[in-house]
């Protein structure tokens, strides 16, 4: 075959422009981890680590993690607190979507709304926590001073908020939720902008009202979106460590103690255990995983696997096709 002079390949612009952000990825985010994982098999350790060696177990540092209560414990906290962000979070999310996207409801100044109830995700985890931890101190702090002017409370005897478990694993899930509900809300709306106003047309002639709608043509619709959704609240969920570490450091009695709290506190508090902390990251990357599979298992859409292996299939007839062409010198 004759190659076609003249004729200008773009494709090379797109590797060359690609080349920032690979670079970036291999130091930055394969490297670290990479090392994570080798370190995680070793025996790293001390203020100022000696040479490490490989361990004649090598998943000695995984087996005490595993059996240990307190990552058993800060795992149980890390999904109890994300659980209980996340449900109240996706549920508010939905119906202010839903309220701020349906034509019917002529809401006046949405942009005002978005971007007052978006305002919280921009704000950092540090003055949040100190804005909390303000608000909850004891023995003074606004909230004890307007539960004991409403009668809640006895005058004069403040609750003291911070060393009651239940109620500090509530007010950290509680921030997340505050801080991520906004985020949430936006993505769920450009999914649901998304969608071609024809359907909402032939739902409202064929008398839907707004709740059939929703649960009818919006949400299978915006089923990507929600996947994508669930898995970020996932990873991030799993991840949390800013507002448990600087709002209770962890405590009362290791009531908000997460997973990243638990693998910072044994990588940089004391024990210097880089090798059990790098251990301890490999488990939750692994765990991670599994969840973020089972999530795309379970939210993946039927049809629109059929259509993909079919369309697999039309392409791989395709290029035999022009595979045998080519033999033939056409």
């Given at each position: 075959?004759k190659?076609?002079?003249?004729?200008?390949?773009?494709?090379?612009?797109?590797?060359l422009?690609s080349?920032p952000?690979?670079v970036?990825?291999?130091?930055?985010q394969?490297?670290?981890?990479?090392y994570t994982?080798?370190?995680?098999?070793t025996?790293?350790?001390?203020?100022v680590p000696r040479?490490?060696?490989?361990l004649?177990?090598?998943f000695e540092n995984f087996?005490?993690?595993?059996s240990?209560?307190t990552f058993?414990?800060?795992?149980?906290?890390?999904?109890?607190m994300?659980?209980c962000?996340?449900?109240?979070?996706?549920?508010?999310?939905?119906?202010?979507?839903a309220?701020f996207?349906?034509?019917?409801?002529?809401?006046k100044?949405q942009?005002?709304y978005?971007?007052?109830l978006y305002m919280?995700?921009?704000?950092?985890a540090a003055?949040?926590?100190?804005?909390?931890?303000?608000?909850?101190?004891?023995?003074k702090?606004?909230?004890?001073d307007?539960l004991?002017?409403?009668?809640i409370?006895?005058?004069g005897?403040?609750y003291?908020?911070?060393?009651n478990k239940?109620?500090s694993r509530?007010?950290?899930?509680?921030?997340?939720?505050?801080m991520?509900y906004g985020?949430?809300m936006?993505?769920?709306i450009?999914?649901i902008?998304?969608?071609?106003?024809d359907i909402f047309?032939?739902?409202?002639?064929?008398?839907?009202n707004?709740?059939q709608?929703?649960?009818m043509?919006?949400?299978?619709?915006?089923r990507?979106?929600?996947?994508?959704?669930?898995?970020?609240?996932?990873?991030?969920?799993?991840?949390?460590f800013?507002?448990?570490?600087l709002f209770?450091?962890?405590?009362?009695?290791?009531?908000?103690t997460t997973?990243?709290?638990f693998i910072?506190?044994?990588?940089f508090s004391?024990?210097?255990?880089?090798?059990r902390?790098?251990a301890?990251?490999m488990i939750?990357?692994?765990?991670?995983?599994?969840?973020?599979?089972l999530?795309?298992?379970?939210?993946?859409?039927p049809?629109e696997?059929g259509?993909g292996k079919a369309e697999?299939?039309?392409?791989k007839q395709?290029?035999k096709?022009?595979k045998?062409?080519?033999?033939?010198?056409?």
């Amino acid at each position: 075959m004759k190659k076609n002079k003249g004729v200008v390949k773009y494709n090379k612009y797109g590797y060359l422009f690609s080349i920032p952000f690979v670079v970036a990825f291999l130091i930055f985010q394969l490297y670290p981890i990479v090392y994570t994982a080798v370190i995680g098999f070793t025996d790293l350790k001390g203020a100022v680590p000696r040479e490490a060696h490989f361990l004649s177990n090598p998943f000695e540092n995984f087996k005490q993690i595993l059996s240990s209560s307190t990552f058993q414990g800060a795992f149980k906290n890390t999904v109890f607190m994300w659980i209980c962000n996340f449900i109240p979070q996706i549920l508010l999310a939905l119906l202010l979507a839903a309220w701020f996207t349906d034509r019917r409801w002529k809401i006046k100044g949405q942009g005002i709304y978005k971007v007052l109830l978006y305002m919280p995700n921009i704000i950092t985890a540090a003055t949040i926590a100190i804005l909390f931890k303000s608000l909850f101190d004891y023995p003074k702090s606004p909230v004890n001073d307007i539960l004991m002017k409403v009668g809640i409370l006895p005058q004069g005897q403040p609750y003291n908020f911070p060393i009651n478990k239940g109620w500090s694993r509530g007010i950290v899930a509680f921030i997340q939720f505050w801080m991520w509900y906004g985020y949430t809300m936006l993505i769920l709306i450009s999914g649901i902008l998304g969608i071609s106003p024809d359907i909402f047309d032939a739902a409202e002639v064929d008398g839907a009202n707004k709740v059939q709608t929703f649960f009818m043509i919006t949400l299978p619709n915006i089923r990507t979106i929600l996947l994508f959704t669930l898995v970020t609240s996932l990873i991030g969920g799993l991840n949390m460590f800013d507002i448990p570490k600087l709002f209770l450091l962890g405590g009362p009695d290791s009531a908000t103690t997460t997973t990243s709290v638990f693998i910072y506190n044994q990588a940089f508090s004391g024990g210097y255990l880089y090798n059990r902390a790098a251990a301890a990251s490999m488990i939750m990357f692994v765990v991670i995983m599994i969840c973020s599979a089972l999530l795309f298992i379970i939210m993946r859409d039927p049809d629109e696997s059929g259509y993909g292996k079919a369309e697999a299939k039309r392409l791989k007839q395709m290029r035999k096709l022009q595979k045998n062409a080519a033999k033939g010198g056409v």
